[in-house]
Structure formats: C-alpha cells, structure tokens
C-alpha cells in the first residue's frame, strides 16, 4: 500500500513564501520520479513541477519556472516544493505525485500515485 502525504499549505501575501513537503509511505522514494501538480475548481490539473529518483533532473512548468524548486530526501522518502514570490494566480490545491517512469514528465496520467492535496492561498 503507498500513500502520499502532503503538508505545508496555508494562506501567505503575495510574495510571501511556502514549502510543501510529500512524505511516502509504502514505496522507496528513490526509485520514482516525482511531482507536484496543482488544481482550480474547474480546471484540469496542472502539472508545476518533476524530479528524477536521484534529484539530478528537474523540469518545472514556465508559469513557475524560476520561483519554486521541487527537491527531495531519499533518506526521509520526502520530496519538497519551495514557493517563493507567490502570486494570487499560484491558489490552487496542490497535489504530491508519484511515477514509475524512468524519466521526468508532466503528464499526469503517467503517475500512478497520489496524494490527498492540500490547499494554497495566495492573498493580494
């Protein structure tokens, strides 16, 4: 059985900073490639960020490219997403993943994993 959980949301000004960490049970981290998408009420989940098994390879989406930075801890089985200069446009719940592709991808249907979310508010 493996399940995802993240913690780490909450409500921030914009410009403030988060960090949501995914903690993995019932899988070793180390052999999965993993990621963060986010969702709106009424959109289709969006993928933000991917990293190797190994954190050598990191593919982030354009919207958040240069902001945020997706890490991990194979020793905690831990993956992280640190959010700075958040905007109102970044609110969305966020949801940790899990592929066992052997390469980075943003294609949500290639994760086989996933977590239960947690929600981001970004305030103006």
């Known amino acids: 059985q493996v399940s995802l959980v993240e913690s780490g949301g909450g409500l921030v000004q914009a410009g403030g900073s988060l960090r949501l960490s995914c903690a993995v049970f019932?899988?070793?981290?180390?052999?999965?490639?993993m990621g963060w998408f986010r969702q709106t009420p009424g959109k289709v989940r969006e993928f933000v960020a991917a990293?190797?098994?190994?954190?050598?390879?990191?593919h982030y989406s354009d919207p958040v490219k240069a902001r945020f930075t997706i890490s991990r801890d194979n020793a905690k089985n831990t993956v992280y997403l640190q959010m700075n200069s958040l905007k109102p446009e970044d609110t969305a719940v966020y949801y940790c993943?899990?592929?066992?592709?052997?390469?980075?991808?943003?294609?949500?249907?290639?994760?086989?994993?996933w977590g239960q979310g947690t929600q981001v508010t970004v305030s103006s």
């Open positions: 019932g899988r070793t981290l180390s052999n999965s490639v």
């Open positions: 990293v190797s098994g190994s954190g050598g390879i990191t």
């Open positions: 993943a899990a592929s066992t592709m052997s390469a980075v991808t943003a294609a949500a249907r290639l994760y086989n994993y």
